[in-house]
């Protein structure tokens, strides 16, 4: 069965500092992989999401992800944190024989000043 | 605006007390799914339809109902709600019924069962 692990619930950095927000999944046929965030009192909304091609997706705010078929990874970067950024983020995963979308617990990003 | 909304926004209530929380999109979507989160579980999801007339159990459907009789509405319905179902519900739409495609989230309703 998928599955979807967020290492880490919580994440703090300081202000202009590297993000990194780790993600794994389980799946034994190619998958589709999707960052979304949800910043405070609002839903979610996608950052990005790798289907198929260039492994290195871009998303919006400056996030971008690496889809790594060997680490069954899609870890979430992005160069210089700023404190909008700060905000819960999900990744979540689906595959063409299953139509819903499996959802890691989540990653509270805390920016320090 | 293409969007998804959800009413009430807040609702607190108390055991037993039938209630309905609407969704609603303006983008034609086929696909809709309800979902509750709750903290360090993520989202889980309640149910969900491929289109008119056509819904499927999600993880955990037990206390929920729901209902498409048109493409735009997708309603909540709890019968007897408990307080075990005090959580943050999303209504989600998708233009289409395959994985690739990103789902649109309503804002939120937040529950409480007294």
């Known amino acids: 069965a998928q599955s979807v692990t967020q290492l880490g619930s919580h994440v703090s950095v300081s202000e202009g500092a590297l993000v990194l927000l780790r993600c794994n999944y389980s799946?034994?046929?190619?998958?589709?992989l999707f960052w979304y965030v949800q910043y405070p009192n609002q839903g979610l909304q996608l950052l990005l999401k790798?289907?198929?091609?260039a492994t290195l997706v871009k998303g919006i705010n400056g996030f971008e992800a690496e889809f790594k078929k060997s680490e069954t990874s899609f870890h979430l970067t992005k160069p210089s944190a700023h404190m909008s950024d700060a905000a819960e983020y999900f990744c979540?995963?689906?595959?063409?024989?299953?139509?819903?979308?499996?959802w890691g617990a989540g990653t509270k990003l805390i920016i320090k000043p | 605006e293409a969007q998804v909304t959800q009413n009430p926004r807040y609702l607190i209530t108390v055991t037993g007390k039938k209630l309905t929380v609407t969704c609603s999109q303006n983008?034609?979507?086929?696909?809709m799914s309800w979902y509750r989160q709750d903290p360090g579980l993520g989202l889980r999801q309640i149910y969900y339809?491929?289109?008119?007339?056509?819904?499927d159990k999600g993880d955990v459907p037990e206390g929920y109902k729901v209902s498409r009789k048109e493409k735009r509405n997708f309603p909540l319905i709890l019968e007897s709600p408990s307080p075990n179902q005090t959580s943050l519900y999303f209504c989600?739409?998708?233009?289409?019924?395959?994985?690739?495609?990103?789902?649109?989230f309503g804002p939120g309703t937040r529950l409480t069962v007294t």
């Open positions: 799946s034994s046929v190619p998958p589709y």
């Open positions: 979540a995963v689906s595959e063409d024989s299953n139509y819903q979308l499996i």
């Open positions: 989600a739409s998708s233009p289409r019924t395959v994985p690739s495609y990103e789902q649109y």
């Open positions: 790798y289907t198929t091609g």
């Open positions: 339809s491929m289109n008119v007339e056509v819904t």
């Open positions: 983008m034609n979507h086929e696909y």
